[in-house]
């Protein structure tokens, strides 16, 4: 499924909040983007963070090799001793801020490539 097909039936803010998303992780080096019929998995070589909606936005998660603490995360899955799912929901691109963005860089950066 194309990126635009996804968002065509969704509200404009989360192909907004997509937006602000893509363009920061396309400058940490190469990405691919798949949309499912779920959300969007954003990949390395396997997918570092996913994008699903929810009502009033997007609920972004990202894996990590720690646990972050902080008011905006929603929710943590610790997947393996060394793998930490984090959520967070966005609710407009503006959420997509200096903070956010320094955990999707150290999600890309922690990714596994072989």
Known sequence: MSVDAYFATR????RKIFDAVERYVETLGDITIDVVSIGVLIKRERT???LRPKRGGMSL???LSRTVEDDRIA????TSAHRVVHYVDLSGPRDVDRTLKGWLAEAYASSPVS
């Open 48 to 50: 570092f963070a996913e």
């Open 61 to 63: 998660a990202f894996l």
């Open 11 to 14: 509200p404009a803010s989360d």
């Open 75 to 78: 929710k943590t899955l610790q």
